[in-house]
């Protein structure tokens, strides 16, 4: 079974808005070894979906190789790697969504509840009292 390696590269970065310096990100370096050739695509899709902050450098230098090297993957692995991040980018944003309307409609709830005892505080003040 034909196995693969990985290394990964993150440069360090920093943000500043308008002069100020807002934050720092640390670099990070990945080196994997034993991947199959699934799991190389896995963790390569995964690396390019990486949330980033504002500024933040991505996994910008990203290098596999068959252990030993000696085979170009073609379009094909690189389609398959495409795909998979698309996958994990649309899942992520489906959560997201989901959250945010779940949010949005408790909100419209509350205010809806807020609404309707403030209706009835104002309807039982204002009503007149019958008199016997």
């Known amino acids: 079974m ?4 990985l290394i990964a590269y993150k440069p360090s970065s920093d943000c ?7 934050a720092t990100y640390s ?6 070894n034993g991947l199959s050739l699934e799991e190389l695509q896995n963790r390569i899709a995964e690396l390019k979906a990486t949330e ?3 500024c933040e450098s991505d996994y910008e230098n990203i290098w596999w ?6 085979l170009d993957l073609g379009a ?12 994990i980018l649309a899942e992520r944003k489906a959560k997201k969504d989901a959250k945010d309307a779940a949010t949005k409609a408790q ?3 509350a205010q809806e509840a807020k609404e309707r005892a403030e209706f009835e505080r ?9 008199t016997t």
């Open 2 to 5: 034909t196995t693969y390696s």
């Open 107 to 109: 909100a419209t709830a």
């Open 65 to 70: 190789f068959e252990d030993p090297p000696d």
């Open 16 to 22: 500043s808005h308008m002069g100020c310096h807002m």
């Open 122 to 130: 104002l309807r039982t003040k204002f009503t007149p009292k019958e």
């Open 52 to 54: 980033l902050d504002c």
């Open 76 to 87: 094909a692995f690189e389609d398959g790697i495409a795909e998979k991040t698309a996958a």
């Open 27 to 32: 670099s990070d370096y990945i080196h994997e």
